[in-house]
């Protein structure tokens, strides 16, 4: 069951992907329409697949790596839909839906038995839910920021093309980036005590500098500072928008960092 | 029973012969009136706008038809003499006809395609009819119609939403820097007219906090009485600068009045948000240089008018596919008008019932292969004579009909109860419900004698 709608929705989320493309080049309306409807059937079969799989296994199995990808772009949709049906900008759905498919892709080519992300810890669900949600808040300050800078482009060198009339006004964009950034640091932050709170469980140690650590925190640094910088001396609009983008970089060492380990703890 | 159109528009009559034709609201009812007394005039609707003035109307016949609105058009403005009004009239019939008026209220027609105004006075147009009961069966239908296409064409293609004039090409690219208006400030500097109109268009969408400064402070305080804004002495606008997010620049400068480093100080004073500003001044009042500040936009008037002409093509384009919707719905109008028409009805009447009858005897026939010759002849006579009989009064009734006010009502009716839609009896049954749109009364019908609608009778020179 959970296999099955899972590869119903890496279908529906590959088919709202493609789609979600072709509408940034094309002058058609409709096509947003039929992309969210997509994605939206999609979502409701990913999340059917992780209820059913939530159901199948027991509670004392730690989640793994696998699950949380999954879940990763579970929320990363959600996230999208919200936010389309709060403003209406499809165009977001064109960056946001690849990423969430890259994600759940990514999920798949992981092999399944990989077990866990670390030991068994009931506070580990915890760890990877807020540190998930964190990444999440993170990623569309990304696309947000991306999206910015298309557009201040676009805007400096007058190209007046398809992009510019589908992408959303600069100060929403810049706005956007500020929400998702609030909304991420500090989930990002509670992440990492709980994690190093298990940590200190499992091996005895807060901090042991593994990658997935030490990304973790040169990324907690990085937003604080884009924060604080935003808050204080104006880093604001296209400062913002690189500096977000850049910061995305971290985020996915930190994801790499936590691959590695995992491959490393088996073997 | 034939639609026609005869009028001018600013396509084929210059202003000073408009503005002779223009009917005055007032007066629309008693042309209305005058207009439907004409003989052989069954159905008529008077549109008048400065950009165009036609009568559409159902006629009985195509040419006399012409030269009775002609007559009437000249009448109604004594000061046009029809010598004068001829050259200037363009006259279609059938599908050209409706198709004129569907692209209309299409705003495909227009001076500026896409504007909307059209259709409101289209609507008012058929209000006034409708009032002095000038529209009937098919007129009604027919506007009903174009009022439908015009909706469908502004929802299914982008023909009304772009920027045509370059003080809104302004706001559209205010839109795309800042997505709410209302909590922005705009400082005007100078009084340029592209200027003020598109300071107006902002204010229109929602811009409460606008600062004016002229060179003459007196000036400054005018206007800024007039857009409720507040005067800004010249020598202080550029500290001014950084609570403005849009600047208007139209001045009659000869030089730049704002540097790249005035900008790049704003900038930094408003912690980095955007700053949206428009040169609308030949020579240029702002440093082209300033494209190169961060978080500040420079659009000068080149970059408006590029994005009008951008838009203008997008509408061109627009109105193709536009075009062709109207091709589809006047291609089914038509097909609805000649199900109005007599004789296609009678001979369709007659097919069907001798389909029906052949089908019968060959079945009973079958049958009785006992029979001679002479009783099978028989057999067939009685059926021929028991459905000749039966529809005759029916055949009667339609040609007798054909010219009285319920002849399209009768020909609705027979169509009906014959089925005379439905493609065959055999599957009959299965189609009893394909239902078409029901008419309600009183119209024309022209002699069963068809006239071939020729497309364009007399095009204006």
């Given at each position: 069951m959970a296999a099955v709608s899972f590869m119903i929705t890496m279908v529906l989320y590959f088919a709202g992907t493609v789609s979600f493309l072709v509408y940034v080049l094309r002058r058609s309306e409709a096509l947003a329409k039929v992309s969210l409807g997509i994605t939206a059937v999609g979502f409701l079969f990913h999340t059917l697949a992780l209820v059913a799989r939530m159901l199948s296994a027991s509670s004392s199995v730690p989640p793994s790596f696998y699950e949380a990808l999954s879940f990763f772009s579970w929320v990363m949709i959600l996230v999208f839909l919200i936010v389309e049906f709060r403003h209406r900008i499809p165009v977001l759905g064109s960056f946001m839906v690849p990423l969430a498919l890259i994600s759940l892709v990514s999920a798949a080519a992981l092999p399944e038995t990989v077990p866990t992300l670390g030991p068994?810890?009931?506070?580990?669900?915890?760890?990877?839910?807020?540190?998930?949600?964190?990444?999440?808040?993170?990623?569309?300050?990304?696309?947000?920021?991306?999206?910015?800078?298309?557009?201040?482009?676009?805007?400096?060198?007058?190209?007046?093309?398809?992009?510019?009339?589908?992408?959303?006004?600069?100060?929403?964009?810049?706005?956007?980036?500020?929400?998702?950034?609030?909304?991420?640091?500090?989930?990002?932050?509670?992440?990492?005590?709980?994690?190093?709170?298990?940590?200190?469980?499992?091996?005895?140690?807060?901090?042991?500098?593994?990658?997935?650590?030490?990304w973790a925190l040169v990324t907690w640094m990085f937003y604080f500072i884009v924060l604080l910088g935003r808050l204080t001396v104006g880093w604001r609009a296209k400062r913002a928008a690189y500096l977000t983008v850049v910061g995305f970089a971290c985020v996915i060492l930190t994801l790499v960092g936590v691959v590695l380990k995992d491959h490393g703890a088996l073997s | 029973m034939h639609v026609i159109v005869v009028g001018l528009s600013h396509k084929t009559a210059p202003v000073e012969i408009r503005e002779k034709l223009a009917v005055p609201e007032s007066r629309l009812g008693e042309a209305l009136g005058r207009l439907c007394s004409y003989q052989g005039v069954k159905e008529g609707i008077l549109l008048s706008t400065c950009n165009r003035v036609e009568v559409y109307s159902v006629v009985e016949e195509v040419e006399s038809g012409y030269g009775r609105i002609q007559e009437f058009l000249a009448?109604?403005?004594?000061?046009?003499?029809?010598?004068?009004?001829?050259?200037?009239?363009?006259?279609?019939?059938?599908?050209?006809?409706?198709?004129?008026?569907?692209?209309?209220?299409?705003?495909?027609?227009?001076?500026?395609?896409?504007?909307?105004?059209?259709?409101?006075?289209?609507?008012?147009?058929?209000?006034?009819?409708?009032?002095?009961?000038?529209?009937?069966?098919?007129?009604?239908?027919?506007?009903?119609?174009?009022?439908?296409?015009?909706?469908?064409?502004?929802?299914?293609?982008?023909?009304?939403?772009?920027?045509?004039?370059?003080?809104?090409?302004?706001?559209?690219?205010?839109?795309?820097?800042?997505?709410?208006?209302?909590?922005k400030t705009v400082l005007l500097v100078g009084a340029g007219e592209m200027a003020k109109l598109a300071a107006r268009h902002l204010i229109a969408q929602g811009v409460q906090h606008v600062r004016i400064t002229t060179r003459t402070p007196q000036h400054a305080i005018e206007l800024a009485d007039r857009f409720g804004g507040t005067p800004v002495l010249f020598e202080q606008f550029k500290d001014e600068m950084a609570a403005a997010d849009i600047v208007l620049v139209s001045t009659g400068a000869a030089h730049y009045l704002i540097g790249a480093e005035d900008v790049q100080r704003a900038v930094d004073k408003r912690g980095n948000r955007p700053m949206f500003l428009i040169d609308i001044s030949v020579p240029r009042n702002i440093d082209p240089a300033v494209r190169h500040v961060d978080n500040a936009f420079l659009f000068d008037i080149d970059d408006l008018k590029l994005r009008v002409q951008q838009n203008r093509a997008e509408r061109l384009q627009e109105a193709e596919k536009a075009d062709r919707m109207v091709g589809e719905e006047v291609l089914a109008t038509m097909e609805w008008m000649k199900s109005l028409e007599v004789t296609p009805t009678i001979v369709a009447l007659r097919n069907r019932v001798d389909e029906i009858k052949q089908a019968e005897v060959e079945k009973v026939l079958g049958r009785l292969s006992h029979l001679s010759q002479q009783d099978r002849e028989v057999v067939e006579g009685l059926a021929s004579s028991i459905v000749n009989k039966l529809i005759h009064r029916t055949m009667v009734t339609l040609k007798s009909e054909v010219n009285s006010s319920n002849g399209p009502a009768f020909v609705e009716a027979a169509r009906r109860f014959f089925h005379l839609d439905k493609p065959s009896i055999n599957n009959q049954s299965e189609q009893e419900h394909v239902d078409r749109p029901q008419y309600v009364s009183a119209g024309h019908e022209t002699s069963e004698q068809e006239e071939p609608e020729s497309a364009v009778r007399k095009q204006a020179r």
């Open positions: 068994v810890f009931k506070t580990l669900w915890v760890h990877v839910t807020l540190s998930m949600l964190g990444t999440v808040g993170f990623t569309v300050a990304f696309v947000a920021g991306l999206m910015y800078l298309i557009q201040d482009r676009l805007l400096k060198s007058k190209r007046f093309n398809v992009l510019y009339s589908k992408l959303p006004a600069l100060d929403f964009l810049d706005h956007l980036n500020l929400q998702s950034i609030v909304l991420g640091f500090p989930l990002l932050t509670l992440g990492i005590v709980t994690g190093a709170i298990s940590a200190e469980f499992a091996r005895g140690s807060y901090l042991n500098w593994n990658p997935e650590q030490t | 009448d109604t403005h004594l000061s046009l003499s029809s010598e004068q009004l001829t050259p200037h009239l363009y006259c279609h019939t059938g599908d050209r006809a409706v198709g004129h008026l569907f692209r209309v209220a299409a705003s495909l027609d227009s001076m500026i395609i896409g504007e909307s105004q059209i259709l409101g006075q289209l609507k008012d147009a058929f209000e006034v009819a409708l009032a002095h009961k000038t529209t009937g069966v098919i007129m009604n239908k027919v506007v009903k119609k174009a009022i439908s296409v015009a909706k469908r064409v502004r929802t299914e293609t982008k023909i009304s939403e772009m920027a045509v004039s370059v003080s809104y090409a302004a706001v559209e690219l205010a839109k795309k820097i800042f997505s709410n208006l209302s909590e």
